[in-house]
């Protein structure tokens, strides 16, 4: 059983920085792939960031390329979301994704992964 647990959200001001972390137990990083992504009040879920674990390949949405890096920690089962430079409209629940069976499609489609966790809190005040 996957389980996927998240942390490290907060509240900061804009321009400052947070890292999300999302503990993996019952997952092997070993080239399947894990992504990071938000909903805010009345949106839909958004992919922001995906590695493929292992081999280390990495994927941003626009919105955040440049600011955000998405990492893992193989040996701590532990994938991580560092965010920098936050504006506002960063401000939404952060969820981490895990993919167990190969599936095609975008890297940040919510259906491309089927494990979740249950969210951490970021809002980023102006």
């Known amino acids: 059983q996957v389980q996927l647990v998240e942390s490290g959200g907060g509240s900061v001001q804009a321009g400052g920085s947070l890292r999300l972390s999302c503990a993996a137990s019952?997952?092997?990083?070993?080239?399947?792939?894990m992504g990071w992504f938000r909903q805010a009040p009345g949106k839909e879920r958004e992919g922001v960031a995906a590695?493929?674990?292992?081999?280390?390949?990495?994927y941003y949405a626009d919105s955040v390329k440049g600011r955000f890096t998405i990492s893992q920690d193989s040996a701590k089962n532990t994938l991580y979301l560092q965010m920098n430079s936050l504006k506002p409209e960063d401000t939404a629940m952060y969820y981490c994704?895990?993919?167990?069976?190969?599936?095609?499609?975008?890297?940040?489609?919510?259906?491309?992964?089927?494990?979740w966790g249950q969210g951490t809190q970021v809002t980023v005040s102006s």
């Open positions: 994704a895990a993919q167990t069976t190969r599936r095609s499609g975008s890297v940040f489609r919510a259906d491309f992964y089927n494990y």
């Open positions: 019952g997952y092997t990083f070993s080239s399947n792939f």
């Open positions: 590695i493929r674990t292992g081999v280390g390949s990495t």
